[in-house]
Each structure stands twice: as structure tokens, then as C-alpha cells.
């Protein structure tokens, strides 16, 4: 697990510092655990479906890193740290306005340790998959502020047994330079 962290940060790391796009914080909690992470974002900058239309359909990369914590009253509970990669689609409004609502699903990869959250919650494998959905707006003159709630679900998709996965509320702020 610790060479495969090193690796992804590695990987993160090689891509040009000007070519992040954004940070952003999170914090959220579900199944008797808070979570919280950090993140860069890079923009795809590309659009579809949009042409002569209001919407369109965008995206953008998402690398995050943060903990989980958990607070069962069955005991054991565990710090997760968790290192996650993850295609974000979005369908954004795209009229001039300093306001733009959008909606958003995703399905990334995660690597978390240790492997389980309390002493009845376990996941089986430090890979997990990371599907979400969730909606928000964009602020300001140039957008540059991202407020949004995601849905996620963390799950090994069955690879491995116990396959126990976890659910999570997340709020989100993204600052986009």
C-alpha cells in the first residue's frame, strides 16, 4: 500500500504546478463516520452537447487525500486514510452569469488504510471504487467558487471479501484560480 501511496503522489506531483486548475476542502459524514479531504482540480476544458444550448456537458480530474474516522459505539474504530483519482462529468449551465448550476456523477479509484473503519465495517481491500453524484453552483465573476453536495459510495465492487463498503453526505468547496 505505501508504494502504490508513494506512486500516486509521485504521478500527481509530475503533472506542471500551472496546470492546476483549483483546490478543494470536504468534509461529510455516513455510516458512523466523518470524513474530510483535500484536493487539486484540473479542467478538461472541453465542452459536449452544448452547442446552440444553454447546458453542456464538461469536467474535470480530481485528486484528493484525507481521513476518515470512525465513531461506532461497536467499538474498534479506526483513522482511514484515503488517496483517491476520479473523472468528474458535469452538466453546467454555460449562460454568461456569475451564478451556474450544475448536476455531476463520477466514478474514480481509492486506496485506503487500514481496511476497516470499526469492529462491523470492513472493506475487504485497500482498493476501493468511488462513485458519487451530486449537485451545486458555481459563484462569481469568473465562477471561480464551487459549492456542492455529493453522494459517494466506497466499494471494492466486490473483488474481495467482506465487501462491506460505505456511504457518505459530503459538502464541498472548490476554489478555481
Known sequence: MKKLGVLLIGSLLSFPVLAVDGVSVE?????????????????????????????HVTGFWEAAAGQWKGRSSVGNNQTVTDIGFTPVFRLEQKTPSALAPYVEAAVGVHFISPTFIYANRKFGS????????????RLGDKRQYDLGYRYQHLSNGSIKQPNQGINL???RFTYRF
Open 27 to 55: 468534509y461529510g459524514n455516513g455510516d458512523y463516520t466523518d470524513a474530510a479531504r483535500v484536493g487539486l482540480v484540473w479542467d478538461w476544458n472541453k465542452s459536449w452537447f452544448g452547442e446552440g444550448r444553454d447546458w
Open 126 to 137: 485497500s482498493f476501493q471504487f468511488g462513485d458519487s453524484v451530486g449537485f451545486g453552483v
Open 169 to 171: 453526505n459530503e459538502f
